[in-house]
């Protein structure tokens, strides 16, 4: 199994980036993605989780800013965030079972 994440980069607060997870290996649909996040001297946090029959949960801190979905064959795992708080700055990595992608940076400033 390989995850691949990308997307992440530099904006400015209150704006707007898409993740990407594309997920390969899996014989099968995975249960649950996960999208975490490790800022700089802090742990790693969950972030989002997404189900192979679309139920999705967020931290609080990040309800209502961003949205995670996948595509139709669940080979894409997409996470978009808007109105972005300096505070979003962390490493964002996918997690499915016990396979971790390499992480995306994503840095926000004020």
């Known amino acids: 199994v390989q995850l691949q994440a990308s997307g992440g980069g530099l904006v400015q607060a209150g704006g707007s980036l898409t993740l990407s997870c594309a997920v390969s290996g899996m014989s099968s649909g995975f249960p649950l993605l996960g999208w975490y996040r490790q800022a700089p001297g802090k742990q790693r946090e969950l972030v989002a989780t997404i189900s192979s029959v679309g139920s999705t949960n967020y931290a609080d801190s990040v309800k209502g800013r961003f949205t995670i979905s996948g595509d139709n064959a669940w080979s894409t795992v997409y996470l978009q965030m808007d109105s972005l708080k300096p505070e979003d700055t962390a490493v964002y990595y996918c997690?499915?079972?016990?396979?971790w992608g390499q992480g995306t940076l994503v840095t926000v400033s004020s």
């Open positions: 997690k499915v079972l016990w396979y």
